[in-house]
């Protein structure tokens, strides 16, 4: 399977603590996406790549948060002083640049935060 | 600002009905529009997606849509519902052009479709 992966699946930490998730995409595509999803909730767009360049970030993502993606290929997704707040399922995405192409999405990384 | 609303949390069908999960958006110009499945323990997958020309749109595994300007309304449509299509659907908008360019898709809330047998 070529797909979305993520790592890891499943994340407990302590109020706190740092934590960072990886994202590896489709090999092909060059947009790479980073979004938060609560329970009963859509996805909230956090930020997004296209190749290396982090060309958007949403007011969501508070200076604890920082994303890279340093050879346009997979990205991490790190979390400073984690909060009860950043509990959430955490999905990366990817797709070919272009406005009409269709994202493909991660199995997401699930964040308990105690 | 861009905004979608799907205003049924649930939607419950009988095996073999047609069903229908409403979608309706808001935004100041043209949309892109998509509609996502998640299934349990599985990543959202695409279904299909709206551009532009036909308002009907085909996609996977039977489903289609019906894009309707003057409604602002995207649903999405089977005409016969299999208890495997039980899942969370999550309608989504882009707006087209504008300056800068976003290409950040703004998702609804999510329908849970129920198929009994």
């Known amino acids: 399977d070529t797909g979305v992966s993520q790592d890891p699946r499943h994340k407990i930490t302590k109020r706190g603590q740092n934590v960072t998730f990886r994202c590896d995409p489709i090999s092909e595509h060059n947009r790479l996406y980073w979004y938060r999803q609560t329970l009963g909730q859509g996805p909230e767009f956090l930020t997004y790549f296209q190749n290396e360049a982090q060309l958007e970030k949403s007011r969501l993502l508070s200076d604890r948060f920082s994303a890279e993606r340093p050879k346009g290929s997979f990205s991490t997704l790190e979390i400073q002083r984690t909060e009860q707040g950043d509990s959430a399922m955490y999905l990366c995405?990817?797709?070919?640049?272009?406005?009409?192409?269709?994202?493909?999405f991660g199995p997401g990384t699930r964040l308990t935060v105690t | 600002a861009q905004s979608v609303a799907q205003p049924e949390d649930q939607v419950n069908v009988a095996e073999g009905n047609p069903l229908t999960v409403k979608c309706t958006y808001s935004v100041s110009g043209n949309p892109y529009l998509f509609w996502y499945v998640q299934y349990p323990n599985r990543g959202l997958q695409f279904l299909l997606k709206y551009i532009t020309g036909d308002n009907l749109v085909k996609g996977s595994y039977g489903f289609e849509a019906e894009f309707n300007k003057s409604q602002t309304s995207f649903h999405l449509k089977k005409p016969s519902a299999l208890v495997s299509d039980s899942a969370l659907y999550f309608c989504?908008?882009?707006?087209?052009?504008?300056?800068?360019?976003?290409?950040?898709?703004?998702f609804g809330r999510g329908t849970s479709l129920i198929v009994h047998p």
């Open positions: 995405a990817s797709s070919l640049a272009g406005l009409r192409d269709e994202q493909y």
């Open positions: 989504a908008v882009i707006k087209i052009g504008g300056t800068g360019g976003s290409y950040i898709p703004t």
